[in-house]
């Protein structure tokens, strides 16, 4: 549900070392889609970065096309296939309670629920931008947002990828990133040990929004690596 918004305040600091592109993966149902309509409209080479379900996808392009990607960056995200059993259902009927409520009640309630958890507690009372988050969302349908949940319930087990990562790799997330927190990013640096692993203070899930300096820096390290 994210778009180029997510990566507006990033990208004036990136822009003078690289150009930047932001890929929009209109009402695809599964990552494995979403990676082969990137690869489609993708130069020869590329490095690539993805924050949550974006890091995922870059995961499955360099499971699908690991000689194209000259780097790659994860940012606030997981690796794990869906839970089996309670756990597993848990996210289901979450994610099913948020599809609900944006098919019933609009995308912006919707979003409006969801932002409560996905931005540092402190930046709960910053409403420019809750409201960017929120209007971010509401750019979408709750159509894309069904395709969405679909792709992130069938989720494959990105752990051989990471295993299997030889190029410069950043793993990133913010301290207080409640949905996919630090010791998720530390265990995908335990698969991929020649990863570097950078933790931005005072962010939650939405980091480059919240911490757009320190998250450009990271990138910009990376990307000179």
């Known amino acids: 549900m994210c778009n180029e918004s997510v990566w507006a305040p ?5 822009a ?11 009402s695809a149902n599964s990552l494995v889609q979403m ?3 990137l690869l489609s409209n993708a130069p020869d080479r590329f490095a690539l970065a993805g924050h949550s379900m974006g890091a995922r996808v870059a995961l499955e392009v360099y499971r699908q096309a690991p000689e194209r990607v000259t780097r790659i960056a994860l940012l606030d995200t997981g690796y794990m296939p869906l839970a089996t ?19 019933t009640q609009g995308v912006r309630r919707m979003a409006s629920a969801w932002v409560q958890g996905m931005v540092h507690p402190a930046r709960l009372s910053d409403a420019a931008l809750i409201e960017a988050i929120v209007a971010m969302f509401e750019r979408k349908s709750a159509a894309i947002f069904e395709a969405q949940i679909a792709a992130l319930l069938a989720r494959p087990d990105a752990r ?13 997330c913010g301290d207080q990133d409640l949905w996919a927190p630090l010791a998720q990013h530390q265990a995908m640096q335990a698969l991929a040990p020649q ?14 929004m919240e911490q757009a300096p320190a998250v450009a820096q990271a990138l910009r390290n990376w990307l000179a690596a």
Request: net charge negative.
């Open 160 to 172: 051989p990828v990471l295993q299997s990562l030889n190029v410069p790799t950043l793993i990133a």
């Open 195 to 208: 990863a570097r692993l950078t933790v931005f203070a005072d962010a939650g899930h939405m980091a480059p």
């Open 85 to 103: 059993g309670e756990a597993g259902q848990a996210e289901k009927d979450k994610r099913a309670q948020l599809l609900h409520i944006a098919q």
């Open 16 to 26: 003078p070392v690289a150009e930047c592109h932001v890929v929009d993966h209109a």
């Open 35 to 37: 990676a082969q309509q």
């Open 10 to 14: 990033v990208i004036p600091f990136i």
